[in-house]
């Protein structure tokens, strides 16, 4: 599926809305092992949310990039001492041998070519360094709360766009990775208002018809009025070592 969401004029809501999985956030830096020597770059990092909140709580030397100048431009207004340029994951205009960690979040279903990505961050990793590619399995895709209960066409939509997990590692092994593990982390949270829904600050919002759309969206209004409801955040996590 072709994607044709326009990020810079998403980057907006993307930045109100979208935060930081505490999980995954953790394990990048324990499972990443890093620490304030360490250099970090994050590709398709959006709005900055996840290198930002690394910089912050570890303080390694850290790089973002994206090919979205609207989400650049919100990384950039938040920053400290992050550098964040336009860039894609295919072509990575760094030395090899450089950094200690790269991490992708919710980024791999969008790359054309992801056997070069994969390629590029292991030409770009020091010896022993670690990839973190944040995913959703098929599992995810089907279990996610609220995505799949109120706008259950995003789960076609959704599969159709997601890599499978076996061809992730395939390809992580085709070009050099070594030491593959994978693990699902959760974040449960109650959800009291929906303005991140109404704003489509998730891009499979985009995918589906206005009639479906809208039809979540007054499912949601209901479900409400009652009050929170129960959700789950979930990631894959797939690592891989150079």
Same mark, same amino acid.
């Given at each position: ?5 326009? /990020? ?5 809501? /993307?930045?109100?809305?979208?935060q ?5 956030l ?14 970090? +770059?994050?590709?398709g990092c959006?709005?900055g949310?996840?290198? +930002? ?27 400290g001492? *992050?550098?964040?340029l336009?860039?894609?994951a295919?072509?990575?205009?760094f ?15 969008? +790359? ?10 292991h030409?770009?990793l ?9 995913t959703?399995?098929?599992?995810v ?5 609220? +995505?799949? *209960? ?6 076609? *939509?959704?599969?159709e766009r ?32 929906l ?13 589906i018809?206005?009639?479906a759309?809208?039809?979540?969206i ?6 409400l ?6 959700? *789950?955040?979930? /990631?894959t ?6």
């Amino acid at each position: 599926m072709a994607d044709t969401i326009d /990020y810079d004029r998403a980057a907006t809501e /993307y930045a109100q809305h979208r935060q930081v999985h505490p999980e995954v956030l953790r394990s990048l830096v324990v499972d990443g092992e890093v620490d304030g020597d360490s250099k970090v +770059l994050e590709v398709g990092c959006g709005t900055g949310n996840y290198i +930002l909140a690394l910089e912050r709580q570890v303080g390694p030397v850290c790089w973002g990039v994206d090919p979205s100048e609207g989400m650049l431009a919100q990384a950039r207004a938040r920053s400290g001492g *992050v550098r964040f340029l336009p860039g894609r994951a295919e072509c990575l205009d760094f030395p090899p041998g450089f950094f200690d960690l790269v991490f992708s979040v919710d980024v791999i279903h969008h +790359l054309e070519d992801r056997r070069a990505f994969f390629g590029e961050a292991h030409r770009v990793l020091k010896a022993g360094g670690r990839l973190c590619t944040a995913t959703d399995s098929e599992s995810v895709i089907r279990h996610r709360q609220p +995505l799949a *209960v109120y706008f259950p066409e995003t789960v076609l *939509v959704e599969l159709e766009r997601y890599p499978r997990i076996a061809q992730l590692r395939d390809l992580m092994e085709g070009v050099g990775f070594g030491a593959l593990s994978e693990e699902m982390v959760e974040f449960p949270y109650g959800l009291t208002e929906l303005q991140a829904y109404r704003d489509k600050a998730f891009s499979s919002l985009y995918l589906i018809s206005e009639e479906a759309f809208q039809r979540g969206i007054k499912h949601l209004e209901q479900d409400l009025r009652a009050g929170s409801i129960p959700c *789950v955040s979930r /990631y894959t996590l797939l690592w891989g070592k150079k």
